[in-house]
Nanobody
């Protein structure tokens, strides 16, 4: 069974940057698409970014396109989210997730994922 642990969240001023990490343990995730989602207070969880198992394909929510970059290091069983030019609207708990199927496609729907981390808080002050 795989466990996912996010880290790197924190408090940052608007315009600043943070880098989130998602470390997998228990089983390798190198053959699975991975994704980042977020949930702000009082709102539903929303898609942020996804990356294919090989890293060759990435997709982003329109709200973060051009500011966030998703990447992965399969040798380290770790995924990253580089977040630049942060805005107060980016404030949320950020979750990483593993795709449901071996060699499955990158997916922007949370139903495409079956394993989730506990989340890391990102707070952007204005």
């Amino acid at each position: 069974q795989v466990q996912l642990v996010e880290s790197g969240g924190g408090l940052v001023q608007a315009g600043g940057s943070l880098r989130l990490s998602c470390a997998a343990s228990g089983r390798a995730v190198s053959n699975y698409a991975m994704g980042w989602f977020r949930q702000a207070p009082g709102k539903e969880r929303e898609f942020v970014a996804t990356i294919s198992w090989s890293g060759a394909s990435t997709y982003y929510a329109d709200s973060v396109k051009g500011r966030f970059t998703i990447s992965r290091d399969n040798a380290k069983n770790t995924m990253y989210l580089q977040m630049n030019t942060l805005k107060p609207d980016d404030t949320a708990v950020y979750y990483c997730a593993r795709g449901r199927f071996n060699y499955g496609r990158a997916d922007d729907r949370d139903s495409g994922y079956d394993t989730w981390g506990q989340g890391t808080q990102v707070t952007v002050s204005s």
